[in-house]
């Protein structure tokens, strides 16, 4: 286990690269046997919804949605 301060270095390494894989694949490029990830549009912006949702977007096609968080 992180103690605090390493687990909050590590959120803020994450939040200052824009360029965060989302850890799941674009479902229309997958349709294509495309495997490409999707990446979050915004990294820092989370709703606060149950569950928290952040919108991700495919680099390749353009499509857009928002991948669910527990
Ligand atoms: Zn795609």
């Given at each position: ?34 495997e ?22 495919c ?12």
């Amino acid at each position: 286990m992180k103690t605090l301060t390493e687990h909050n270095a590590m959120i803020d390494s994450c939040v200052n690269d824009t360029k965060v894989g989302a850890g799941v694949l674009c479902p229309m490029c997958f349709e294509y046997k495309e495997e490409i990830q999707m990446y979050f549009t915004n990294q820092s912006i989370v709703l606060l919804t149950y569950p928290s949702k952040q919108e991700v977007y495919c680099p390749a096609c353009g499509f857009n949605d928002f991948k669910l968080s527990l």
